[in-house]
């Protein structure tokens, strides 16, 4: 019997209580959380009580436990400094999408990750969502031959409008963070590269119009081989609150037959208490709790066996390539062009 992997948590805070701690806990066979970290040190205690684990909110102390795996569940602007130091402190690294907040910033991380002979793993879970997979191997049974894809992701975001993710600088606006899910989606479907985008962003909701960001975002991404993605992201969806219901639309058009699935999120059912709410499908919405298991199983399973992931790091880079690209494109108004053969020779 392989000994557990040793894992240390930084950022104890939604995504960690939503989806990881959960997947955490139910693969204790392969993975014990060692050590917990965050400059919140009520949401660090709770943590290391839940999961019996050693507390810290200090990252350079955190660091120093003996850790194999360290998980970046922070926001996104500190994801390359935090991934970088645990790498260079000689542990694997699992970061939360999307990788990093700027392509440069990937860059260094890939860099060091290979430097260090040791993986980095982020989780764009949809490749990981049993729907998502089961569609996929329907193209490929079936010979679809996709042509064009449309994919819709939309919610409305119940943050404050002081909240790090209406803050372009921190978070990269929706086009970045919810637009890597559609852009990694895309070339996952297509299996083809993208040579073109152009987008158009609009701000709808006074804390879009306040941060001067968009949170709604259209685009449309040429592929190699004639091929077409659509993308619609938005945190603007007038939904009740409390998340409301996070929204998805799938379409697509192939040379032998078409697939179109629009999930259920929630029953068209109101429930009404103090205020109208729908009954929500999962904890996080977007996605079923067992995919955020599926992945933790599958990246821990590769430092076992050192096995190269489904999802890579250049993956991710791609899709955060993409949806910077598509900011670009945004500000200047125009098609922006797309070379993945160059970004990819350039990283390491």
């Known amino acids: 019997m392989v000994e557990r992997l040793k894992v240390g948590v930084v950022g104890c805070g939604n995504i960690f209580n939503l989806a990881h701690k959960p997947a955490l806990k139910a693969l204790r066979h392969l993975a ?55 790498l260079k402190a000689g542990k694997h690294v699992i970061v939360e999408k999307p990788i990093a907040l700027t392509v440069e910033e990937a860059k260094e991380m890939i860099k060091e990750a290979e430097q260090q002979g040791l993986k980095l793993f982020v989780g764009h879970v949809r490749r990981f969502d049993k729907r998502w997979i089961q569609i996929k191997e ?44 559609v852009t990694d989606f895309l070339r996952w479907f297509f299996e083809s590269e993208p040579i073109e985008v152009f987008a158009v962003g609009k701000a ?82 977007s996605t079923f709790p067992e995919a955020f298991e599926a992945e933790l199983k599958h990246f821990f399973e590769c430092i076992r066996s050192e096995c190269d992931p489904i999802v890579t790091a250049k993956d991710a880079l791609i899709a955060l390539y993409i949806a910077e690209k598509a900011r670009e494109s945004i500000r200047k108004g125009e098609p922006v062009r797309l070379n993945v053969e160059e970004l990819t020779s350039s990283s390491p």
């Open 138 to 181: 329907v193209i490929k049974s079936r010979n679809i031959l996709p042509v064009q894809i449309r994919k819709t992701e939309v919610q409305h975001l119940p943050f404050p409008a002081d909240y790090w993710y209406w803050d372009e600088s921190k978070s990269g606006g929706v086009a970045l963070d919810l637009g890597v899910h």
């Open 32 to 86: 014990k959380v060692v050590a917990v970290m965050d400059i919140n040190e009520e949401a660090a205690k709770k943590a290391g009580k839940e999961l019996n684990a050693k507390v810290y909110t200090d990252l350079d102390e955190f660091l120093n436990e003996d850790m194999d795996v360290v998980e970046v569940l922070t926001p996104t602007y500190t994801h390359a400094e935090i991934a970088i130091k645990a």
């Open 204 to 285: 709808i909701r006074g804390e879009a119009r306040v941060n001067k960001t968009f949170d709604h975002v259209i685009m449309f991404i040429k592929f190699e081989g004639e091929k077409t993605g659509i993308v619609e992201v938005s945190w603007s969806y007038p939904l009740p609150a409390k998340y409301g219901v996070f929204y998805h639309h799938l379409d697509i058009i192939g040379k032998n037959g078409r697939i179109r699935y629009t999930p259920l999120d929630a029953p068209v059912v109101g429930v009404v208490k103090s205020s109208f709410e729908m009954p929500r499908f999962s904890p996080m919405l």
